[in-house]
T-cell receptor, first 113, second 112 residues
């Protein structure tokens, strides 16, 4: 089975801090994604990457950046955390035979105080 | 703005009934359609995909697609309490690579 591992399940940070969310997948998938999930809003795409060192903006990239130095690792960076970035962050990878089949990590619940 | 709309629910059905979940999308360029299930406190998992008009059946699940009406639905036959979850509709677009746009999800409650 594909395993997508997110480094933290819960994270509490202060306003203005720089925050790193790490994601690692073990199936050699090319495509990786970062979503945030808020009640009633579903999953909204922040950034995605289809190759090492490649990145594309999603629907809500403002306030975020990403890094993909190795194929298996995709990091989400909050340059200066704000309270409106309090959310559940989900990393996903895509590959294999079924287009659109995303494998999600267990999520990181980030609280910015 | 590509939009995917779902009724947030909750949709409550008795055990053994058919649950009908609906989704509409705004972009006529949408190519592929997916249903994800998300249990409370868990991550979404793919349960159905559909690419052409008509019905696609997989066990107790049937996905229905009508591109002319920009409508996709998921039917769950013989609903079980274990089907209680939030169901997320997602679509891809032919000019956006592999980007999936998700709806807000419909919460389904199956009562014993």
């Amino acid at each position: 089975d594909v395993k997508v591992t997110q480094s933290s399940r819960y994270l509490v940070k202060r306003t203005g801090e720089k925050v790193f969310l790490e994601c690692v997948q073990d199936m050699d998938h090319e495509n990786m994604f970062w979503y945030r999930q808020d009640p009633g809003l579903g999953l909204r795409l922040i950034y995605f990457s289809y190759d090492v060192k490649m990145k594309e903006k999603g629907d809500i990239p403002e306030g975020y950046s990403v890094s993909r130095e190795k194929k298996e690792r995709f990091s989400l960076i909050l340059e200066s955390a704000s309270t409106n970035q309090t959310s559940m962050y989900l990393c996903a990878s895509e590959g294999g035979q079924i287009e659109g089949k995303l494998f999600f990590g267990s999520g990181t619940q980030l609280s910015v105080l | 703005q590509k939009e995917v709309e779902q009724n947030s629910g909750p949709l409550s059905v008795p055990e053994g009934a058919i649950a009908s979940l609906n989704c509409t999308y705004s972009d006529r360029g949408s190519q592929s359609f997916f249903w994800y299930r998300q249990y409370s406190g868990k991550s979404p998992e793919l349960i159905m995909s559909i690419y052409s008009n008509g019905d696609k059946e997989d066990g107790r699940f049937t996905a229905q697609l009508n591109k002319a009406s920009q409508y996709v639905s998921l039917l769950i036959r013989d609903s079980q309490p274990s089907d209680s979850a939030t169901y997320l509709c997602a679509v891809t677009h032919n000019n956006a690579g592999n980007m999936l746009t998700f709806g807000g999800g419909t919460r389904l409650m199956v009562k014993p």
